[in-house]
């Protein structure tokens, strides 16, 4: 009898179990109904992450590397030449690389939602080189020593629709700032900080479809901005500079420079070109 007892109490202990691991499962798969019905938002992909090391030609990390992604996301290298943009936003991005000494980089990269992007960036020294000495009655000597960029310099500021600075107007202007060289151009005034320069330019706003800056250095982007403000222009001197130009509005820029948004472009030649 005491066996038929203990025999007989295992059934309804079975079924109030299997009554609680229905109700379990009938919970569990309501907030699964829920993620899956119509209307819910969908679980989203983590951005992107781009990291990586930069290193000189000796393969030896360099520190105070400054990177600039998309023109808005910045970040400079540790001691150890390690970057790192967390988060980016998927897509295609332009990226460039400077540092004073070394040979300007810039390249495009893509990256997916929840893609990791780690590389390592090798930069070359800058050929360090005396000033030029020509011999102004020997065209021989003007032919051996004219740079590269001189000929489009000297045909765009023939045509007249931008201001232009070249190496002897540089010297006598006797400005210490590149910044205040650019504020030479008619509608342009600047104000200088601590760690930027910001130009303003009459007429050149939103309100005109055209906010955007951009500068060139050697022919290549370095900067753009859409409040004026520049980080690059006090890492030039004008000593290093062999011309400039100022482009305000869309009808001066020239084709190979122009952006449908710009407002001002500014180009700088230095005197390695």
């Known amino acids: 009898m005491l066996l038929g007892r203990v025999a007989s109490r295992p059934l309804p202990v079975i079924?109030?179990?299997?009554?609680?691991?229905?109700?379990?499962?009938v919970a569990a798969t309501v907030?699964?109904?829920a993620q899956q019905a119509p209307g819910h938002a969908e679980i989203v992909a983590p951005p992107a992450?781009?990291?990586?090391?930069?290193?000189?030609?000796?393969?030896?990390?360099?520190e105070d590397v400054e990177l600039v992604l998309a023109d808005s996301l910045r970040d400079v290298t540790d001691r150890k030449g390690r970057?790192?943009?967390?988060?980016?936003?998927?897509?295609?991005?332009?990226?460039?690389?400077?540092?004073?000494?070394?040979?300007p980089i810039r390249f495009r990269l893509r990256v997916v939602a929840g893609d990791v992007w780690d590389g390592t960036i090798t930069m070359d020294r800058t050929t360090q080189t005396l000033p030029q000495v020509v011999v102004l009655?020997?065209?021989?000597?003007?032919?051996?020593?004219?740079?590269s960029w001189l000929d489009p310099?000297?045909?765009r500021r023939r045509l007249g629709f931008g201001t232009f600075l070249d190496r002897v107007e540089i010297e006598q202007s006797r400005e210490p700032r590149v910044a205040r060289l650019i504020a030479r151009a008619p509608g342009i005034t600047v104000f200088e900080a601590m760690r930027y320069d910001e130009l303003h330019v009459s007429r050149c706003g939103a309100g005109a479809g055209a906010s955007k800056a951009i500068l060139f250095v050697d022919g290549i982007k370095m900067e753009t901005t859409y409040n004026g403000r520049f980080?690059?222009?006090?890492?030039?001197?004008?000593?290093?500079?062999?011309a400039v130009e100022i482009y305000r509005g869309r009808g001066a820029i020239p084709p190979q420079y122009d952006d449908p948004q710009?407002?001002?472009?500014?180009?700088?030649?230095?005197?390695?070109?």
């Not at 988060?87 to 690389?97: E, F, K, S």
């Not at 980080?231 to 062999?242: C, M, N, R």
């Open 31 to 33: 907030p699964l109904a």
């Open 262 to 273: 710009a407002c001002l472009i500014i180009l700088l030649w230095t005197n390695r070109r």
């Open 15 to 25: 079924g109030f179990a299997a009554a609680l691991l229905g109700a379990a499962l």
């Open 137 to 147: 009655d020997s065209t021989r000597a003007l032919r051996n020593f004219r740079p």
């Open 49 to 62: 992450v781009v990291i990586g090391r930069i290193v000189g030609p000796d393969k030896k990390a360099l």
């Open 153 to 155: 310099f000297l045909e």
């Open 83 to 103: 970057f790192e943009f967390d988060p980016v936003p998927a897509g295609t991005h332009d990226v460039v690389v400077r540092k004073i000494g070394y040979v």
């Open 231 to 242: 980080t690059v222009l006090a890492e030039y001197h004008p000593d290093q500079l062999g």
